[in-house]
Nanobody, 116 residues
Framework: QVQLVESGGGLVQPGGSLRLSCAASGILVSTYTMGWYRQAPGNERELVARITTGGRTNYAVAVKGRFTISRDDAKNTVYLQMNTLKPEDTAVYYC??????????WGQGTQVTVSS
């Protein structure tokens, strides 16, 4: 059974940092493209960052240069390091993978709130 469990969210002031973790079970994160998405109230869920099996990364324009996605194969965990956080980064962040088109797995989400 596949499980993706996010952690690391919280309340942070603008300009601060957080690191999100996505611990996977039932799959090896090294064998799939893994992604982080986010959804703010009233908005659609959007892609934040992705990392391929080969380690290639891509980012949404809004977070490029501030966020870094990485993977620890020994821990079977994907991370999202978020620096220079802005209020508009406030959202629920989800870990994601899709072994096949239309067959998607999501974590339960972790809330990130950026506010003074």
């Amino acid at each position: 059974q596949v499980q993706l469990v996010e952690s690391g969210g919280g309340l942070v002031q603008p300009g601060g940092s957080l690191r999100l973790s996505c611990a996977a079970s039932g799959i090896l994160v090294s064998t799939y493209t893994m992604g982080w998405y986010r959804q703010a109230p009233g908005n659609e869920r959007e892609l934040v960052a992705r990392i391929t099996t080969g380690g290639r990364t891509n980012y949404a324009v809004a977070v490029k240069g501030r966020f870094t996605i990485s993977r620890d194969d020994a821990k079977n965990t994907v991370y999202l390091q978020m620096n220079t956080l802005k209020p508009e980064d406030t959202a629920v962040y989800y870990c994601h993978y899709a072994p096949l088109p239309g067959n998607e797995y999501w974590g339960q989400g972790t809330q990130v709130t950026v506010s003074s």
